[in-house]
């Protein structure tokens, strides 16, 4: 039983979070550290920079002319990736330039931009393959491993593929310093003209223009999006009000507010010779396969549309954008960041996630096994029904720079198809989606908040597919901290009087689902009203109240691996569901410990919404509306269910996953 309220470790969790990143924010215990090439005492990261001049004097050189040279030499958590002279050597050979002289004003400050991460300390531990995070210049910078053959397979770290490097993990006080042998290449193309440049990928890219779907991929910054007042914090009067400025009142910085709003996208694409390895060898052999797929799965839509290529119900329209998400998603945060696989119990199930993609009406399902990332796969280990698809990890894919400001793509290993097979079996399953998917916002303004006990908040009126009203309204996501219990450790907390509407992701076959949504519970938790399409659903949910009362009819697991413990624990998973209540999952642990897996937990629950019948080609809204008139009550937000009766009413039953 927890006995702090949950307005206590509230304000516990954000005043600490609020004070690492408004104090002082330094890397100067090495206990905190990977053990790394060398250690820099009390060195900022510009004093180490100055003591390795004759391999980084260039660099230092372009920090000095753009100004950033000072930023170095204070508190903050910067990863510094340091060109060496070499490096500025073939760079300004390659680009006409005689000297560090010769190089622009603007040119500078582009590359140092593009060469330090200002948020925080990533060393090569942190990550096997995927991004190391967004640089100033707000572009990913990914880390890919290969082995160096000529010097008995040693590991080698790249920076964006090209970038090797040379001496890494060098901790100083205000972050980490690597030294690379080449200048982290970036673009400032977009994405489909990115994808355009890429030789191995010509019939994709040929049939992403025919579509018109490369329009749809051209966006980056929403210039409408308001500026900040002069405190970079509050913005207007539905945000005057909120526990993050009341933080700031008590000495502390408030809550991480977005300050710029991004349009990004992710392609999962097939190299040509994966299509010729299935018979595609040009663009009108891939108008012939999608037609056969496409026909199939909407009969009702066969014939009517085939030469028309950007009517979104063409075949060939559909190939393309099932292959699109609206959302930029490195290799390593597809499922969720490295650190939180060590709480999923891998045993039970694979970890996955499920996303809306740009074809209407159509989801996808990643999966993670073997530290590999699928498609589609439908399986747990090397029990499979459905092989699925196989991502391409970064350093797989050659030295071609596949990331634009505005998105990014990967290669896969089949052709993608949403045929019946991935229609009927794959997506017969429980579909749970993490409240971070149910919009881009909450990943394209900046990296999830995985395991991080911070928050991060958001102007109402930009988050999409959410209409948020209601007094002192406050969308904020929220990271693990010592008091929440959270599946992929984060969630979305909405606070306030709210009255929140979210267009929910489609489902993959009309059907009778069961919807639900996972959150945890305590004593401010407020009651809400949910209405499916303006319906309502059932009497108001009383989220105050969690396993520990009576009326759940939550009971612990009887332990043992045995008919009798088995058959004690599904009666009680039936007596709650018959209350409108689910324990919280099994596969995902509280911290580290099996034992304290969610479903573990009394104060971690699922409460079913509705149950009726959905069809992918409607349009499902969920209407969330905080009934007490209290502004100080939120809810905390954890996934979302849509589970088919083929399932919850199947033969064995759901499982506890």
């Known amino acids: 039983m927890i006995t702090k309220t949950i307005k206590q470790f509230f304000w516990a969790a954000l005043l600490s979070c609020s004070i690492a990143v408004g104090m002082t924010s330094c890397v100067d215990n090495d206990d905190d550290v990977p053990m790394n090439r060398y250690t820099a005492g009390k ?27 000072a930023m170095l030499s ?3 958590n910067y990863t510094v990736f340091a060109p060496n002279n070499e490096a500025f050597s073939t760079y300004m050979s390659s680009n006409g330039y005689n000297s560090i002289d010769d190089i622009p004003q603007a040119v500078c400050d582009t590359l140092v931009r593009t060469h330090i991460i200002k948020t925080k300390a990533y060393y090569t531990t942190d990550i096997s393959e995927g991004s190391l995070g967004m640089n100033m210049a707000e572009t990913y910078i990914e880390l890919s491993i290969n082995s160096d053959a000529e010097n008995n397979n040693a590991v080698v770290h790249y920076a964006n593929k090209v970038a090797r490097m040379l001496e890494y993990d060098d901790s100083v006080t ?19 003209d990115v994808i355009a440049a890429d030789s191995t990928v010509t019939i994709f890219s040929q049939a992403l223009f025919m579509t018109g779907l490369a329009d749809s991929l051209m966006a980056y910054e929403d210039k409408n999006y308001p500026e900040w007042g002069a405190d970079k914090t509050s913005q207007d009067s539905a945000y005057q009000w909120t526990i993050m400025v009341k933080c700031k009142a008590e000495g502390a910085d408030p809550c991480q507010w977005v300050q710029k709003r991004y349009f990004k996208f992710t392609a999962f694409i097939e190299p040509d010779s994966i299509f010729a390895a299935e018979g595609i060898h040009n663009i009108d052999d891939l108008i012939a396969k999608a037609k056969a797929v496409y026909d199939a799965v909407y009969p009702e839509d066969a014939g009517l549309y085939d030469n028309d290529f950007k009517n979104r119900k063409n075949p060939l329209n559909r190939f393309i954008a099932y292959h699109l998400l609206d959302r930029v998603m490195p290799y390593d945060e597809v499922i969720m960041r490295k ?35 699928y498609i ?17 990890r970064p350093a797989e894919s050659g030295s ?8 990014m793509y990967h290669y896969i290993t089949k052709v993608l198809w949403f045929d019946t097979t991935v229609r009927d079996i794959v997506m017969n399953c429980r579909i749970r989606f993490d409240t971070t998917v149910l919009s881009p916002d909450f990943l394209n303004s900046d990296r999830p908040l995985y395991g991080e006990n911070k928050l991060r908040g958001y102007r109402l009126d930009y988050i999409k597919n959410w209409k948020v009203m209601g007094e002192k309204a406050v969308i904020a996501l929220h990271g693990e901290g010592p008091w929440w219990q959270h599946y992929k450790s984060n969630g979305i ?12 992701p489609p489902v993959p076959k009309a059907g009778t689902y069961e919807i639900r949504t996972g959150y945890t519970a305590n004593a401010e938790r407020g009651v809400v009203q949910f209405y499916l399409n303006d319906v309502p659903c059932g009497i108001p949910a009383d989220l105050r109240i969690g396993g520990w009362d009576p009326s759940i009819g939550w009971v612990a697991d009887v332990t043992g691996d045995n008919a009798e413990a088995r058959n004690a624990n599904k009666a009680t998973d039936k ?26 937990l009394t104060n971690n629950l699922r409460y079913v919404l509705t149950t009726q019948q959905l069809d992918p080609n409607e349009t499902y809204y969920l209407r969330c509306r905080q009934v007490l008139k209290d502004p100080e009550c939120y809810w905390s937000f954890d996934y979302l269910e849509f589970c088919p009766k083929s399932v919850y009413s199947g033969e064995t039953g759901e499982d506890t996953h």
Request: contains cysteine.
């Open 43 to 69: 060195l900022t990261a510009a004093q180490f920079l100055e003591e390795n001049e004759s391999r980084v004097g260039d660099f230092i050189s372009i920090l000095k002319k753009s100004n950033y040279f």
């Open 74 to 76: 204070t508190y903050g």
């Open 174 to 192: 205000n972050g980490v310093v690597h030294i690379v042998n080449h200048i982290i290449p970036r673009t400032s193309d977009k994405l489909p």
């Open 339 to 373: 650190d939180c696989f060590k709480h999923w119990d891998i045993d039970k199930c694979d970890p996955e996630e499920f996303y809306e993609t740009m074809c209407p009406g159509t989801l996808m399902r990643f999966s993670s096994w073997n530290d590999e990332l």
């Open 376 to 392: 589609n796969r439908k399986g747990h280990k090397t029990n499979t029904e459905v092989e699925g698809i196989r991502v391409f």
């Open 400 to 407: 071609t720079l596949q990331q634009a400001p505005n998105g």
């Open 493 to 504: 907390t909405i606070s306030g009087i709210f009255d929140v509407t979210i267009k929910l």
């Open 575 to 600: 007596a709650m569901h018959n209350r409108g209540y689910m324990k919280g999952m099994d596969c995902y642990w509280q911290g580290a410990a099996p034992e304290n897996a969610l479903r573990n």
